[in-house]
């Protein structure tokens, strides 16, 4: 009896090891991703030096931790395949698997695309932008030009609320609108039609050409974007004189985009991790801004001797005009009408509980910093 004991022990002992084992390695192989490993090809529209090309590096390296290997992002500077302003053929073409960039560089294929990041200021900010984005019907609609109407193979995310742009970098500061008549000025998408429509006479240049053809008197003036991006390819060596607010380029975020046919074919657990990023770097991006942006202003005042000007009224009120009539115009495209009547339902609501709520942020700020602002 007892030596038939120790032998039922023995074996019940070895059948609970071997269970537990293999009881561990049932529970242990789903947290593993048993997907194959794909390697994504991504080009920005950024020049090397770009604040906007440490932003793009910025949502890959969460996508390569998340990823844990198994699905990779290579990313390269603008212009390494192809042209900053054609990273939307090579996405659909599948030159390129993805690309960070902002939907402005591609609206000459279609005007709708600057309804998403640059179009009419109907009072939203950017973060209200993307609120609209997620959760006011806008993804549905971008889905809807992609697909429906542009039938092009991207699958896209938004991600960074910008800071309103400024008016830009002149030679000799704007006291009114009329000083800006005439003028050859840089800027993108809807904006240069606005421009257009204000007398200026517009040329559309990615941003590293804008220096050279502010040095060769191509144009006289520009706006690009944020005063780190500025500073950093030299806009203070050409201009001295920073104009500051607009109603240009109000709401604009970044678009980064997929082949959709390579989008599809990755797991579900990929697609989601490349979604889920873009709203992750989305914040990152947007603190990384505060703090870069308002360092360099500051250097741009005190290092660089920038006169630094807030945009006159008159020129807010000159660009809501000329906005009126555009507005007029691409209400004529049954689509475009459909999109910023969207918007503009979506900012009566959403737009009307934030500023009805908002405390006093200007009399808080001047009450610790008198004479600090000049508006």
């Known amino acids: ?20 084992a293999a009881g561990a390695a049932t529970i242990a192989m789903p947290q593993i991703s048993r997907a194959q490993t794909v390697t994504l090809k991504m080009q920005g529209s950024w020049g090397a030096k770009d604040v906007f090309n440490e932003m793009a590096q910025d949502y890959v390296e969460r996508v390569n931790a998340m990823a844990g290997g198994r699905l990779k992002i290579d990313y390269l500077v603008g212009g390494a395949v192809v042209h900053p302003f054609q990273v939307l053929d090579g996405v659909h073409g599948g030159q390129i698997d993805g690309a960070h960039t902002v939907t402005v560089y591609w609206y000459g294929k279609h005007k709708a695309a600057s309804l998403f990041g640059t179009g009419p200021v109907f009072g939203f900010n950017a973060n209200e932008g993307l609120g609209w984005i997620h959760n006011g019907g806008g993804k549905e609609l971008f889905e809807e030009l992609q697909t429906q109407i542009m039938k092009v193979n991207v699958k896209s995310f938004f991600a960074m609320p910008m800071p309103t742009q400024p008016l830009g970098w002149f030679k000799k500061p704007v006291t ?13 998408g809807l904006a240069a039609d606005l421009f257009q429509a204000m007398g200026l006479a517009v040329a559309q240049l990615p941003g590293g050409e804008i220096v050279p053809a502010m040095e060769r008197g191509v144009i006289d003036a ?99 005009k000329a906005w009126d009539g555009l507005i007029k115009q691409l209400e004529g495209d049954a689509f475009m009408k459909k999109v910023m009547d969207s918007q503009k339902a979506w900012v009566r609501r959403v737009v009307y509980y934030g500023m009805y709520n908002a405390t006093d942020y200007k009399g808080a700020f001047d009450h610790h910093f008198p004479n600090v602002l000049k508006i």
């Open 1 to 20: 009896m007892t030596v038939k004991s120790e032998k039922t022990k023995t074996s019940r002992r070895k059948f609970l090891i071997t269970a537990g």
């Open 176 to 188: 009114k609108a009329a000083d800006m008549k005439g003028l050859k000025y840089r800027t993108v």
């Open 222 to 320: 520009f706006e690009f974007n944020n005063p780190t991006s500025d500073r950093r390819f030299g806009a203070q060596d050409v201009a001295k004189n920073y104009m500051m607010g607009s109603h240009h380029q109000a709401t604009e975020y970044f678009e980064i985009m997929f082949n959709r046919t390579k989008f599809n074919a990755l797991p579900k657990e990929h697609q989601a991790i490349l979604q889920y990023a873009a709203e992750a770097v989305s914040s990152a991006n947007e603190w990384k801004g505060m703090d870069y942006y308002s360092k360099d202003l500051q250097e741009l005042i005190s290092k660089d001797k920038v006169n630094v000007l807030r945009t006159p009224k008159d020129v807010f009120e000159a660009q809501i």
